[in-house]
Nanobody
Framework: QVQLVESGGGLVQPGGSLRLSCTNS????????MGWYRQAPGKQRELFAV???????TYTESVKGRFTISRDIAKNTLYLHMNSLKPEDTAVYYC??????????????WGQGTQVTVSS
């Protein structure tokens, strides 16, 4: 069984930085992608950053230049580095991963979510 566990959220002032972590466990054979979503109060969950299977990354305009995804394969961890945070970045942040396990079962799973609040 594959699981994702997130950490690193919290309260930060505008202009500040945070790093979120998403650690996967289980018998993963290959990943199609790993991505970060966020959901602000009263809004739909939105995908804003993706790391594709070849390691390339894609960002929405709202975070491009401020947020960066990186991955530590040895630690089975995906990171989201967030800089120049704005109040409108306040949301619950979720990581998502899709791929195939070692027994060839496909999966599409979510982390539990972590709150990021940007406020003075």
């Amino acid at each position: 069984q594959v699981q994702l566990v997130e950490s690193g959220g919290g309260l930060v002032q505008p202009g500040g930085s945070l790093r979120l972590s998403c650690t996967n466990s289980g018998s993963i054979f290959s990943l199609y992608y790993m991505g970060w979503y966020r959901q602000a109060p009263g809004k739909q969950r939105e995908l804003f950053a993706v790391m594709h299977s070849d390691g390339t990354t894609t960002y929405t305009e709202s975070v491009k230049g401020r947020f960066t995804i990186s991955r530590d394969i040895a630690k089975n961890t995906l990171y989201l580095h967030m800089n120049s945070l704005k109040p409108e970045d306040t949301a619950v942040y979720y990581c998502n991963a899709a791929g195939v396990t070692t027994i060839q079962a496909q999966f599409d799973i979510w982390g539990q979510g972590t709150q990021v609040t940007v406020s003075s």
